[in-house]
């Protein structure tokens, strides 16, 4: 009874698909017809209207302008056609002239599916007269100059494309079924076709290419006034001047494939990219949409997914329209295969036409999917640059205007890893954007083919494909999860590289190298644990997708067997065609939505950063100078650098300063100085009150901030060199002596953060820099702390009295010496100005002024007394080195300046250059890069499983493909060689097993891609941090970030993928070719000529992508360089007003990273073309051969296979070379991470068999035997011969002027930089024999720029954790910092910020004394210790030092004579060598020694404020 009600149920589908399909037979052919009449109608109707309204507008404008009637050109200017517009005009001519002859064969009779004559011919009339009126209206856009066709033609064009495909394609199906012979209709048709697409691709461009030619032979292209240099630019873009034929065939790059494989590329030799995709023309245009937000919504912080939206949706709607007609073509193939391999059963009946037919329809789908295809993808690849572009000048622009608590919130290393990580996540969205319109439409089609074929079965197959998306759902939410937790982890640890490495002298000074290490392994253990589950996770995906198709078709086939529906060859080869292209969607879905969940995360964090607080803009009121009597009024300001909290930082701020004014703030450390100028600038928060500035401001900050770059770059900062002023500014600011040691005077170039500079160059150049802007307003934070005494009465003399003498100057200092001069001081103490008045006035009052100017006179005093006590006994000799004032001109030229770190790289035959450009390998990327990337893990023993799981898999799903052909019978009424059930469980049996050899594969080479991009990153990160100095100062911290973040995110989550589909997609076409050589071997008579000109293509495409790849990558470090530096100096760039300069050069990086960025997708694109061509004529070859074989040669069904695995050899064989490629050029990653694996490394940290005693050293002799020391091979000695012994337990002073090398000597003692020739004993010790850990963590030292790193109070003091809380308190206690840290909540878990931010200059200082007062070592070093801090502080910090260590050796480099004047021996250094060196007292006896000579300066320069201290007493 079961059997019959199935037997019934099953002869009804029957009858129902077969009533269905007479049906549509009938009406389908009228249907094409009245959806023509009915559009073009429509066309017709809204051009009357059209021409109406332009009518209208016309008469009115004549009327009120009657008299202007004269041509649009003048005599002689004519038009040059572009090859655009000639296609456009004969392709409307043609399409008339077809549509003409097809009416003219109706009406003389001829037959057309359609049964309704007369609508056949109303549809064809009106076609030949809409063609008509199209082919009128081109002509006529030459007389209207227009840049553009008019949208309504493009319309047209784009509807009669539509219309011409499926009526070709309706007609080539009933040829099919009836039999019939080609006919001339049907070669018109054709010919329609082809002209239709053309206009179409025109329609999608819109470009007319007219060009104006003017009688002397310009020609200038329609750009609607766009300026002279856009213009000019355009023009070099080859893009930009591509013609259509170029366009879609991306031939406009040839020129530079042609010279790529000439020579390796340099970025000179890129072309410029085109105006649109420019990042100035981007940047423009997301402002605009912007403000457009901003407009519409009525908020100032508008919605960033709303502004990309308008940004990017005209070019993604073409995208999105490309990517659809790629997805519709694609699916042309699985329909057609019933239809062929019936052809192939009865072939005997069918003439060969009919096959030819069936052949030309496979290869003009398969042409129009390559076409369809490389557009969009390209076009998502431009898509991308462009937001790219947008987002980085936004990112960019932000960050100069971020509020001060904003800054805190995001770190340097956090923002960089914005514009790095997260745009090309973002970016990478954008490409899959297409993929989820195209989903929907692939899935339609599917169904749709599989309804045709298998009726009922199709809804089972619908079922199971849900089932499997829906799969997705959770683990896409675990990914995301994943993701989120990734870029933290990745944050976190970006954030602690970049302070490394900028604290870097600092690390190795205080042997702390292993403790940070550490602290950077134990962070990346943290992002390793996310990954490895995201891969885990990713490896599960990998299963369910691959396995997909399998568990679609086998529900499929059972419920077709269950159902009744016969399952002929024809079908399932139909069917599993279906479901290898379903296969597509599914395999994206992972991806996408993995690029879903990072972009969506990594576009929240962008989006956040974008609106956070920014600089208050109304905090400061600009008044004109002939409006306002004063320069700066300020009337009850409060300020907070912290607006959240309840305190402020400075409390009832009421002063006016008058024009020319010399304004001194002095005040003892965290008193608020820096921030008085800050509320001056509108850096700091106001709370309330007011502003006012009259005039320009040039600021000089506290902490020196240079730009890479040479010194006329630093001293110029964008204003045009004026030489007289230059000359001048660079006499006052004392730097002509420095110029004429650099090897390039001020061409020399600087490194990152002025590092080849000493504190006092870097210092000098920032005043110079501001004296060059000619500014009405100076304020200078503290402009005298890092000068020695001799430079700082030239500065004060020549700078401040002399050429800025009419200025209206604010000057912060500690020097009491430079306070008389003022006219107004103001004494600050807890955020308020507890005095102001002139010198001899805050004397008078008596309130706290006279405690900074009593410990100014009691060390005075200490000079003075010792000055005149030596005058008396008689002059000492010299040592016999040679006095400063006798240096011969000639070997002053030849001395190089005092450098605070290693130089390594020549300097004078490099034009003064020290940070060289990126090194970049040239030619191919050695065969030894991929064996260190395959054997980096045990060897690469993984490798030879990965490949037997993946063809096991390859192997098992042809057999189970192969089964389901051979068994299924090739017509319905053919009986089957073996039972249905039987058939399906051999193929569930193989299908399982294909599944899990994919298990296994995803599951090794995630295993093996994690653990190799650990070991690698392990080796780098040893290998940087094991670096000498000299390797930091000469390469910017851009480049090592840049492997640090986006080289390796390619590590942990691409390249294994990339390397393992490079073998995954060769051993996929083998299976292909052995498919379908087993039906027709003849095919490899085309595919191995068509192989190997696919290698030839590689061969002359990797030169040319390898090296813009290359390119690619060096240049996005300067754009992170820029960019950190921008937001480290964003205060003085305010401050200059020079934000748009800034902005500009950040515009330039851009672009010079789009150009060879652009180029090389482009390049991909123009390979992925010519190989799917080449591939698509193999398939086609394929199918003429089986369609020309007799009858009997090959099984119909296998033959149907072929033509099942052939439809995707063009995918599949570009995939081969694309793969290929892109795996060459991700693995650029791996060889840039491998050059900073294996860096020259400093000497071992520890020697086992050299160790010092535990007790080392005791005494604490340091002794100098012929110490001599350069940078360099080719560089001259910068220490010479110096030989002399600091007796241990004494205190030893350092001092000389600028350049000297004082600092050099205190880094030979650190071994900073290696001793070339002599030696340098501690305690019998010579310390370049032991352990450089041993040497520097027995050594304390105090250096010249403070530095505290994120975290607490206490990790700052004791990063190491050896001292209690108890200890740490009495060294806060001893380093004045006892009370501040107590008054804050946390104690000693106060935060501490990014570079210490929230804490100043002179507290940094006193934390790096605190560091040595717990370390207490029997040696110390200060380096300009006390250069921030005011002079009562320095005088008990001086105190503090002499108490705790009165029996330690204590060497003392200061620029305040009075730190070194009560030293047991003072050392005077001269151009490298010693000139003095003995006892002060000694050395003052001598009115003409150099330490004489500094004493008396200082003296000098403080009698001014000590007659006026001694007239008040």
């Known amino acids: 009874m079961i059997w019959e009600d199935m037997f019934d149920l099953r002869r009804a589908m029957n009858f129902r698909l077969q009533s269905r399909t007479e049906w549509l037979q009938q009406k389908f052919p009228c249907l094409c017809e009245h959806i023509g009449i009915v559009m073009q109608l429509s066309f017709l109707g809204i051009l009357v209207l059209y021409y109406l309204q332009k009518s209208m507008s016309q008469i009115c404008k004549e009327r009120t302008k009657p008299d202007q009637g004269t041509e649009k050109h003048g005599i002689g200017i004519g038009i040059r056609f572009s090859t655009t517009y000639k296609i456009s005009i004969s392709c409307s001519l043609l399409l008339m002239a077809t549509h003409f002859i097809s009416l003219l064969l109706l009406l003389n009779g001829s037959v057309t599916y359609c049964n309704h004559k007369v609508s056949a011919i109303s549809s064809e009339g009106m076609q030949v007269v809409s063609w008509a009126i199209s082919s009128i209206t081109v002509y006529q856009i030459v007389n209207i100059n227009s840049i553009k066709f008019p949208w309504l033609l493009r319309a047209w064009w784009f509807c009669s494309f539509i219309l011409a495909i499926i009526s070709v394609a309706a007609d080539t199906h009933f040829r099919i079924i009836y039999h019939d012979q080609l006919r001339l209709q049907d070669y018109a048709d054709f010919i329609s076709v082809l002209a239709s697409t053309c206009l179409f691709v025109i329609s999608v461009r819109g470009m007319t290419g007219l060009t104006i030619t003017i009688p002397n032979g310009i020609t200038e292209p329609l750009l609607n006034g766009k300026s002279d240099e856009q213009s000019k630019r355009r023009q070099e873009s080859p893009?930009?001047?591509?013609?259509?034929?170029?366009?879609?065939?991306?031939?406009?790059?040839?020129?530079?494939?042609?010279?790529?494989?000439?020579?390796?590329?340099?970025?000179?030799?890129?072309?410029?990219?085109?105006?649109?995709?420019?990042?100035?023309?981007?940047?423009?245009?997301?402002?605009?949409?912007?403000?457009?937000?901003?407009?519409r919504d009525g908020t100032t912080n508008p919605d960033i997914y709303k502004t990309i939206y308008l940004f990017i949706r005209k070019k993604a709607a073409i995208n999105a329209l490309f990517a659809v007609i790629s997805a519709v073509a694609s699916y042309v193939g699985p329909y057609l295969i019933d239809d062929f391999v019936t052809f192939l059963t009865e072939k005997r009946t069918r003439s060969l036409g009919s096959g030819y037919i069936l052949a030309l329809a496979f290869l003009g789908a398969k042409m129009v999917e390559t076409i369809a295809q490389r557009q969009w993808i390209f076009g998502a690849r431009q898509l991308g640059l462009r937001l790219r572009a947008a987002l980085i000048s936004q990112i960019f622009k932000k960050g100069l205007r971020l509020s001060s608590l904003s800054r805190q919130s995001h770190t340097s290393g956090e923002v960089i890893n914005y514009m790095s990580v997260d745009i090309q996540r973002i970016t990478d969205l954008i490409w899959f954007l297409n993929i989820i319109w195209m989903m929907p439409i692939q899935i339609s089609l599917a169904i749709y083919i599989l309804h045709t074929n298998l009726g009922m079965g199709s809804l089972a197959a619908l079922a199971a494909t849900l089932a499997v998306l829906l799969c997705n759902i959770p683990m896409t939410n675990i990914q995301k999860r994943y993701q989120t937790r990734i870029m933290e982890a990745k944050d976190n640890r970006m954030k602690a590289t970049s302070e490394i490495?900028?604290?870097?002298?600092?690390?190795?000074?205080?042997?702390?190298?292993?403790?940070?290490?550490?602290?950077?392994?134990?962070?990346?253990?943290?992002?390793?644990?996310?990954?490895?589950?995201?891969?885990?996770?990713?490896?599960?995906?990998?299963?369910?997708?691959?396995?997909?198709?399998?568990?679609?078709?086998?529900?499929?086939?059972?419920?077709?067997?269950?159902?009744?529906?016969?399952?002929?060859?024809?079908?399932?080869?139909?069917?599993?065609?279906?479901?290898?292209?379903?296969?597509?969607?599914?395999?994206?879905?992972?991806?996408?939505?993995?690029?879903?969940?990072?972009?969506?995360?990594?576009a929240d964090r962008v989006a956040s950063y974008l609106m956070e607080d920014e600089i208050q803009q109304n905090a400061i009121e600009h008044v004109p100078k002939d409006q306002m009597e004063n320069s700066i009024e300020i009337k009850n300001g409060n300020f907070g650098w912290n607006i959240q909290s309840s305190s402020t930082t400075l409390n009832g701020i009421d002063l006016n300063v008058k024009r020319g004014m010399k304004v001194a703030i002095c005040g003892t450390v965290g008193s608020g100085k820096s921030s008085l100028l800050s509320c001056i600038l509108g850096e700091i928060q106001k709370l309330s009150g007011t502003v006012k500035i009259s005039g320009t401001k040039a600021y000089v900050p506290q902490s020196p901030w240079i730009l890479t770059g040479n010194i006329r770059e630093n001293i110029l900062f964008g204003n045009a060199y004026d030489k007289a002023k230059y000359d001048r500014t660079v006499k006052a600011c004392a730097l002509e002596k420095d110029f004429e040691l650099f090897s390039c005077g001020d061409l020399t170039e600087i490194g990152e953060r002025g590092i080849n500079m000493s504190g006092g160059q870097k210092q000098r150049i920032q005043i110079a820099r501001a004296v060059y802007q000619d500014a009405d307003i100076y304020l200078l934070d503290d402009p005298f702390s890092a000068v020695d005494a001799h430079t700082g009465t030239q500065l004060f003399e020549d700078?401040?009295?002399?050429?800025?003498?009419?200025?209206?100057?604010?000057?912060?200092?500690?020097?009491?010496?430079?306070?008389?001069?003022?006219?107004?001081?103001?004494?600050?103490?807890?955020?308020?100005?507890?005095?102001?008045?002139?010198?001899?006035?805050?004397?008078?009052?008596?309130?706290?002024?006279?405690?900074?100017?009593?410990?100014?006179?009691?060390?005075?005093?200490?000079?003075?007394?010792?000055?005149?006590?030596?005058?008396?006994?008689?002059?000492?000799?010299?040592?016999?080195?040679?006095?400063?004032?006798?240096?011969?001109?000639?070997?002053?030229?030849?001395?190089?300046?005092?450098?605070?770190?290693?130089?390594?790289l020549e300097i004078t035959e490099k034009e003064g250059k020290l940070v060289q450009d990126e090194e970049r390998e040239k030619g191919s990327i050695g065969k030894e890069v991929y064996w260190s990337y395959l054997t980096t893990v045990k060897g690469g023993v993984l490798v030879p499983f990965i490949l037997l799981a993946q063809s096991s898999f390859q192997v098992l799903q042809v057999a189970s493909n192969y089964w389901m052909a051979w068994a299924s019978p090739p017509t319905i009424e053919s009986e089957p060689k073996i039972g249905v059930k039987f058939t399906l469980l051999v193929y569930i049996l193989l299908a399982v097993g294909s599944s899990l050899c994919v298990l296994?594969?995803?599951?090794?080479?995630?295993?093996?891609?994690?653990?190799?991009?650990?070991?690698?990153?392990?080796?780098?990160?040893?290998?940087?941090?094991?670096?000498?100095?000299?390797?930091?100062?000469?390469?910017?911290?851009?480049?090592?970030?840049?492997?640090?973040?986006?080289?390796?995110?390619?590590?942990?989550?691409?390249?294994?993928?990339?390397?393992?589909?490079?073998?995954?997609?060769?051993?996929?076409?083998?299976?292909?070719?052995?498919?379908?050589?087993?039906?027709?071997?003849?095919?490899?008579?085309?595919?191995?000529?068509?192989?190997?000109?696919?290698?030839?293509?590689?061969?002359?495409?990797?030169?040319?992508?390898?090296?813009?790849?290359?390119?690619?990558?060096?240049?996005?470090?300067?754009?992170?360089?820029?960019?950190?530096?921008?937001?480290?100096?964003?205060?003085?760039?305010?401050?200059?007003?020079?934000?748009?300069?800034?902005?500009?050069?950040?515009?330039?990086?851009?672009?010079?990273?789009?150009?060879?960025?652009?180029?090389?997708?482009?390049?991909?694109?123009?390979?992925?073309?010519?190989?799917?061509?080449?591939?698509?004529?193999?398939?086609?070859?394929?199918?003429?051969?089986?369609?020309?074989?007799?009858?009997?040669?090959?099984?119909?069904?296998?033959?149907?296979?072929?033509?099942?695995?052939?439809?995707?050899?063009?995918?599949?064989?570009?995939?081969?070379?694309?793969?290929?490629?892109?795996?060459?050029n991700k693995m650029i990653s791996v060889e840039r991470i491998l050059q900073y694996s294996d860096l020259t490394s400093e000497a071992p940290l520890v020697i086992e068999d050299s160790k010092p005693p535990i007790n080392w050293p005791q005494v604490g002799t340091i002794c100098f035997k012929n110490l001599q020391i350069r940078y360099a091979e080719h560089l001259p000695y910068v220490l010479k011969k110096i030989s002399c012994t600091f007796p241990g337990q004494n205190k030893v002073g350092v001092v000389g002027r600028t350049g000297s090398g004082k600092s050099t000597l205190i880094q030979a003692l650190f071994r900073?930089?290696?001793?070339?020739?002599?030696?340098?004993?501690?305690?019998?010790?010579?310390?370049?024999?032991?352990?450089?850990?041993?040497?520097?963590?027995?050594?304390?030292?105090?250096?010249?720029?403070?530095?505290?790193?994120?975290?607490?109070?206490?990790?700052?003091?004791?990063?190491?954790?050896?001292?209690?809380?108890?200890?740490?308190?009495?060294?806060?206690?001893?380093?004045q910092l006892g009370d501040l840290v107590r008054a804050k909540a946390?104690?000693?878990?106060?935060?501490?910020?990014?570079?210490?931010?929230?804490?100043?200059?002179?507290?940094?200082?006193?934390?790096?004394?605190?560091?040595?007062?717990?370390?207490?070592?029997?040696?110390?070093?200060?380096?300009?210790?006390?250069?921030?801090?005011?002079?009562?502080?320095?005088?008990?910090?001086?105190?503090?030092?002499?108490?705790?260590?009165?029996?330690?050796?204590?060497?003392?480099?200061?620029?305040?004579?009075?730190?070194?004047?009560?030293?047991?021996?003072?050392?005077?250094?001269?151009?490298?060598?010693?000139?003095?060196y003995n006892t002060p007292d000694k050395l003052l006896e001598r009115e003409d020694s150099l330490f004489s000579k500094l004493i008396k300066e200082y003296s000098m320069r403080s009698q001014s404020f000590n007659n006026l201290a001694n007239l008040h007493n």
């Not at 005095?835 to 100014?856: D, P, R, T």
């Open 1000 to 1224: 296994l594969r995803s599951s090794l080479v995630a295993v093996a891609g994690i653990s190799t991009a650990q070991k690698l990153f392990t080796t780098m990160l040893h290998s940087i941090l094991r670096a000498p100095m000299s390797f930091f100062d000469s390469t910017p911290t851009g480049r090592i970030l840049n492997r640090a973040s986006t080289d390796q995110s390619v590590l942990d989550l691409e390249m294994a993928n990339k390397i393992g589909w490079c073998a995954f997609s060769i051993i996929q076409i083998l299976g292909t070719i052995a498919v379908m050589s087993q039906v027709a071997w003849e095919v490899f008579v085309i595919f191995v000529p068509v192989t190997a000109v696919c290698i030839w293509y590689q061969q002359y495409y990797i030169p040319t992508a390898r090296e813009l790849a290359r390119l690619s990558g060096i240049q996005r470090a300067p754009i992170l360089h820029h960019f950190a530096e921008s937001l480290a100096g964003a205060a003085t760039i305010r401050a200059f007003d020079q934000q748009d300069r800034f902005s500009d050069a950040n515009l330039t990086l851009i672009d010079n990273h789009s150009r060879p960025w652009f180029h090389n997708v482009s390049a991909m694109e123009w390979l992925s073309f010519r190989l799917n061509i080449l591939s698509n004529f193999v398939f086609a070859f394929s199918l003429v051969l089986l369609v020309t074989l007799p009858e009997g040669v090959i099984n119909p069904s296998i033959a149907g296979l072929a033509v099942t695995y052939g439809i995707n050899l063009n995918v599949l064989q570009a995939s081969v070379i694309w793969n290929i490629c892109n795996a060459e």
């Open 1386 to 1476: 946390e104690k000693l878990e106060a935060s501490v910020v990014e570079n210490g931010e929230n804490w100043s200059a002179g507290q940094r200082q006193l934390v790096c004394l605190g560091r040595a007062l717990l370390k207490k070592s029997r040696i110390l070093v200060l380096d300009e210790a006390t250069a921030s801090i005011d002079t009562a502080t320095d005088g008990a910090i001086q105190k503090i030092i002499s108490q705790e260590f009165k029996d330690r050796t204590v060497v003392t480099i200061a620029h305040r004579i009075h730190t070194v004047i009560d030293s047991d021996l003072v050392l005077v250094l001269s151009d490298g060598r010693i000139a003095e």
């Open 799 to 904: 700078c401040m009295m002399g050429i800025l003498r009419e200025k209206t100057t604010l000057y912060v200092t500690h020097q009491v010496e430079f306070l008389p001069a003022a006219d107004l001081i103001l004494v600050m103490q807890d955020g308020k100005i507890i005095q102001a008045g002139s010198f001899e006035e805050l004397l008078k009052q008596n309130i706290g002024f006279e405690v900074l100017v009593g410990a100014h006179s009691r060390a005075l005093e200490s000079i003075l007394t010792v000055e005149n006590s030596s005058r008396t006994t008689q002059d000492l000799i010299s040592d016999g080195e040679p006095n400063a004032e006798s240096t011969s001109n000639a070997e002053l030229q030849q001395t190089r300046q005092e450098s605070e770190h290693n130089l390594s």
């Open 239 to 295: 893009y930009g001047k591509a013609t259509l034929s170029q366009l879609i065939t991306f031939s406009w790059l040839n020129p530079l494939f042609a010279l790529g494989v000439k020579k390796p590329l340099d970025k000179e030799e890129i072309p410029d990219v085109d105006i649109k995709d420019s990042a100035e023309y981007l940047s423009h245009s997301f402002d605009e949409r912007l403000q457009n937000v901003k407009d």
């Open 1312 to 1375: 900073i930089v290696e001793p070339r020739e002599g030696s340098i004993i501690i305690d019998d010790v010579d310390i370049c024999k032991i352990g450089l850990h041993d040497l520097r963590s027995r050594l304390s030292i105090i250096p010249q720029d403070p530095t505290m790193f994120e975290g607490t109070v206490r990790g700052n003091l004791d990063p190491l954790e050896q001292y209690s809380d108890s200890d740490v308190w009495e060294a806060l206690d001893k380093c």
């Open 501 to 602: 490495l900028r604290s870097m002298k600092t690390i190795k000074l205080q042997a702390w190298d292993s403790q940070f290490l550490h602290k950077l392994e134990s962070l990346r253990k943290v992002e390793y644990d996310w990954l490895w589950k995201s891969l885990r996770l990713s490896a599960i995906g990998a299963f369910v997708f691959w396995g997909s198709p399998t568990f679609i078709s086998v529900v499929t086939f059972w419920a077709c067997m269950l159902m009744g529906i016969d399952l002929t060859a024809g079908r399932v080869l139909s069917a599993l065609a279906t479901f290898r292209m379903l296969q597509d969607p599914i395999f994206n879905l992972p991806d996408l939505l993995s690029a879903v969940a990072q972009g969506k995360v990594s």
